[in-house]
């Protein structure tokens, strides 16, 4: 059973255009969502997180919003660029004491066209 | 200066074969992890250990043994190697703290099996 589910699965926008990935959940229990950025032939690297006391998180041209009751959350991209051209995967976890278990949603693969 | 190194970045074996994988970190975390990324790009976690203690052992079969020597270092040893254990492996380290600390991924150690 996925627990975090991401759409779309592959998209395609103009440089200059917003990249929107987003992410559903099902366990009320997790209370931590970051954005992983993975490059080809590379490790995952945490782009921006947000925890479900805030609707919102900037930072740079990357956005989440956050929307408890729906118990989904997105990724925005402004002004996408090609050196954005990435796999980028949601990912929830629930506080524990001390460590993270993260949850990651499948992947989507962004390609930003020059 | 690699915060989370591996090796080796690339391993084709035979199926029955024996391998292992290792892991340092230079962050001074003292939270390791090892993640499987399948050919579908789904990550998904296997082991974690905090100070040499396993926390976490997800349903991964007892031919997948992590040991960690010290809290810098995280080793997986497989045993008699099959097909589907074919994947990239990833290991990450976090400090230890309220659940919402970074993890850093390394490089990657892509296991093919023939």
């Known amino acids: 059973q996925q627990q975090v589910k991401q759409s779309p699965q592959s998209l395609i926008v103009q440089k200059g255009g917003i990249s929107i990935i987003n992410c559903a959940y099902e366990?009320?229990?997790?209370?931590?969502f970051p954005w992983y950025q993975q490059f080809p032939g590379k490790g995952p690297a945490l782009l921006i997180a947000?925890?479900?006391?805030?609707s919102e998180k900037k930072e740079g041209r990357f956005t989440i919003s956050f929307n408890k009751s729906a118990k989904q959350f997105s990724l925005h991209i402004m002004d996408s660029q090609p050196g954005d051209s990435a796999t980028y995967f949601c990912?929830?976890?629930?506080?524990?004491?001390?460590?993270?278990?993260?949850?990651f949603g499948t992947g989507t693969r962004l390609l930003v066209s020059p | 200066d690699t915060a989370v190194s591996q090796t080796p970045k690339y391993l084709v074996t035979q199926m029955g074969n024996d391998k292992s994988i290792k892991c340092e970190q230079n962050?001074?975390?003292?939270?390791m992890y090892w993640y499987k990324q399948d050919s579908k790009k789904f990550l998904k976690i296997m082991f974690s250990?905090?100070?040499?203690?396993l926390i976490i052992n997800e349903t991964v079969p007892n031919r997948f043994s992590p040991k960690s020597p010290d809290k810098a270092h995280l080793n997986l040893h497989i045993n008699s190697l099959e097909l589907g254990d074919s994947a990239v492996y990833f290991c990450?380290?976090?400090?230890w703290g309220t659940g919402s600390e970074t993890q850093y991924f390394g490089p990657g150690t892509r296991l093919l099996v023939l």
């Open positions: 990450a380290s976090s400090s």
């Open positions: 366990n009320t229990a997790f209370d931590y």
């Open positions: 947000i925890r479900p006391d805030v």
């Open positions: 990912a929830a976890s629930k506080e524990n004491t001390g460590f993270q278990k993260l949850v």
């Open positions: 962050l001074g975390h003292d939270t």
């Open positions: 250990y905090n100070n040499k203690e």
